[in-house]
């Protein structure tokens, strides 16, 4: 008789512990164990929590343990069970780690030994078996759904009942994810109650009957600066869409700017020698023309399609110096100057920053991170087995972000959602705009070195989203190289491995069907190429929607910094402007209330977060490959440091890139 030594690790979040029967039973190259059951003394004793030892006997020595084969039969009703790992002692003191860290309920699943491994790695049928059976299973479950054309396809779930349970919120998750909603509304039903008795705001101070509570530093600082033009250009570097800016190499045709219109913000210099300085810098949002604005309870909205102009003066400030708010120049479409009358300039800056609520939600935050995120996450799940190295690798930054999008087509999209009650673009805005940003996306743009050059912004300073963004962009580029390093030892092993190449194909053939053109790779041939594309689904899931996500109540609590729809048509003339048009033109009462309510909930500070290298779940358990993520945390931490310290002597921090406040994944 011999004595295998099993421990078996119950997860600690709620509901993890189970009262269905457990039989466990180890299979071997020569042969399998007995098989027993995890019930000490006939009782229940898979708690939340427990770290349970058994002895499992066997008639022989069983060599090599292949599996650990767990059965899962409820007792009286269904009945899930979390199951973190199991941990097997063999005869000879050696000691082997199964990682499971799935939901398990009338079920037999066999685990295997932790060490990675490659399709080539495995020669022995039955493994190549389990490897099969398990893809195939999971290709039944998650399915491609496409939510409409030309947009990235999606998880096939309505709703987030339908997702497999190793896919949902945690019970703490969603319990929280219900009560913020809940004091959402209630929060927004008291800010709309303080002012029943008004129908509209009659200035902008009115907005402190909503703002008084705000406890957010940063947005008492964006109430005390907003109407500034050097705050208004600083939000282009390191607001919320830091991505939108550009150096201008020469002024567009459909934007007829003169040097005599700049002359008082040039002073002595040209506009043409600004450029071939490189201090001329253009935001475009053309993307705008011709979307269809939304109809809020019976009032019609509007939206505008403007180019910004800015100036990088001595100071290192970037200064507005012409703002247009149409892209089709004429009589009609002035354009507007620092030095026109105070309230055309301060409407004119507003539309701007109306634009940028449109096209930094819509665009750079929801389809750039999240729809994106979401198709790695589906190629991920359905091409690559839990052993291989690229799935351990990718499968901490995809936690949640199945739930969080599906909720969010549920709550967002509808007529009563979010986005129709209060955006200019309301839904069938939203899916126009998404549909031309996405057939435009080209993968240089998702890599944010490539990116910042494309833009001619590498060696601007005071540009905390590019200098932070960079630090975490090479942290994670070092990590990756070294895993993919470890399990891969030359370009042939890359290309010669059928799960990783049909991963890539299923991504962008698939996920991005209709994404033509854009240099994203459907194969590949070196290890470099393929450190390149996960470095980028890493950063995209983690640091860029930190980026784009954890500002927005910051940014956007003070209303008219960011109005989230314009209630009057832009102004076709100048010097007609008053306040009562900027009022009217400005969200009103409910709007500012849906605006406000929302980006708290989207922006606030999660239960159980796992912030980037904070690998909770132990996937990996090869030494050297734990070895590279403690290095990589600890250069996250450097980083941290250096951002603190630099901080320290700003009077507006920039904290959104600091690794303590960037998620592993997408789940909010």
């Known amino acids: 008789m011999v004595i295998y030594k099993v421990t078996v690790r119950t997860g600690e979040i709620e509901y993890a512990g189970t009262n269905s029967y457990v039989y466990c039973m180890l299979i071997g190259e020569r042969g399998e164990s007995q098989r027993i059951s995890l019930d000490k003394y006939l009782q229940r004793d898979l708690h939340r929590g427990d770290v349970e030892q058994y002895d499992i006997p066997s008639d022989q020595d069983i060599g090599n343990i292949w599996f650990v084969k767990l059965e899962v039969t409820k007792y009286i009703v269904e009945d899930y069970w979390f199951c973190l790992s199991v ?23 066999l685990l295997r030994e932790g060490t990675a491994k490659r399709l080539c790695d495995d020669k022995l049928p039955v493994f190549l ?34 997702l497999p349970m190793d896919l949902k919120f945690s019970n703490e998750k969603s319990k929280d994810f219900t009560s913020s909603g809940i004091l959402v ?39 005390d600066h907003w109407k500034e033009d050097w705050f208004f250009g600083y939000q282009f570097l390191n607001g919320c869409n830091p991505v939108l800016v550009r ?33 001329i810098f253009i935001a475009d949002y053309k993307m705008l023309d011709g979307i269809v604005a939304n109809v809020i309870k019976g009032v019609q909205q509007y939206l505008a399609a403007p180019i910004c102009l800015l100036y990088l003066d001595k100071q290192n400030r970037l200064m507005p110096i012409a703002i247009q708010l149409k892209q089709t120049p004429g009589g009609e479409n002035p354009i507007f100057l620092p030095s026109d009358p105070e309230l055309d300039w301060l409407l004119a800056k507003m539309w701007v920053r109306s634009s940028e609520f449109q096209v930094y939600q819509m665009v750079s935050h929801l389809l750039k991170t999240h729809l994106l995120a979401e198709v790695f996450c589906i190629a991920t799940i359905r091409k690559l087995p839990s052993v291989h190295p690229i799935y351990k690798l990718l499968t901490p930054h995809a936690r949640f972000t199945l739930e969080i999008n599906t909720r969010g087509r549920n709550q967002l ?62 942290a994670i580029h070092k990590y990756v190289i070294n895993v993919v390093s470890f399990y891969y030892g030359s370009d042939q092993e890359v290309m010669d491995d059928p799960e990783l190449q049909a991963w890539i194909k299923d991504l962008t053939e698939v996920g991005f069907q209709d994404l033509k053109n854009s240099g994203m790779p459907t194969s590949f041939s070196t290890r470099a190429e393929l450190c390149k594309f996960l470095t980028m689904v890493i950063f995209t899931c983690s640091a860029q929607h930190a980026a784009m996500n954890n500002g927005q109540y910051d940014w956007n609590a003070w209303v008219p910094n960011s109005p989230c729809s314009m209630r009057k048509p832009p102004p076709t003339s100048k010097g007609t402007v008053t306040m009562k048009d900027i009022m009217e033109s400005l969200p009103g009462i409910s709007q500012s209330c849906v605006q406000m309510a929302i980006t708290w909930h989207l922006s606030r500070t999660q239960p159980q977060v796992r912030m980037l290298g904070d690998y909770h779940e132990e996937h990996f358990t090869e ?45 909010i």
């Open 247 to 279: 150096k201008c190499e020469m002024i567009p045709k459909n934007f007829p700017v003169t040097d005599a219109m700049v002359q008082a913000s040039l002073g002595k210099s040209k506009l043409k020698q600004e450029i071939k300085n490189g201090n």
């Open 413 to 474: 999209m509808p007529e009563n959602g979010a986005m129709n009650r209060a955006l200019g673009v309301g839904v069938q805005g939203h899916i126009s705009l998404s549909q031309s940003e996405f057939l435009a996306i080209t993968y240089r743009s998702l890599c944010l070195p490539e990116s910042l050059e494309d833009r001619g912004l590498g060696d601007l300073k005071g540009y905390y989203y590019k200098e932070d963004g960079l630090q975490i962009w090479s």
């Open 129 to 162: 078996t389990h490897r099969q059976a398990e893809l195939e299973e999971k290709l039944k479950v998650i399915r491609w759904k496409a939510f409409s054309p030309n947009f990235p396809r999606c998880i096939d779930a309505d709703t987030e009942e339908e």
């Open 623 to 667: 030494a050297a490959v734990q070895a590279t993520i403690q290095e990589f945390r600890e250069e996250l931490a450097g980083i941290g440091r250096s951002i603190q310290v630099r901080n320290e002597g700003l009077d507006q921090k920039y904290e959104y890139l600091s690794p303590v406040n960037i998620e592993n994944s997408i789940t």
């Open 87 to 109: 941990l097997v002692e063999t005869p000879s003191g050696e000691t082997l780690h199964f990682p499971c860290y799935k939901w398990l309920n009338n079920c037999t699943i």
């Open 185 to 223: 509304f209630i929060d927004l039903f008291l800010k709309k109650f303080t002012c029943m008795f008004q129908d509209s705001w009659t200035s902008t101070e009115d907005f402190n009957q909503i703002f008084q509570d705000v406890e957010s530093k940063a947005s008492v600082f964006v109430k």
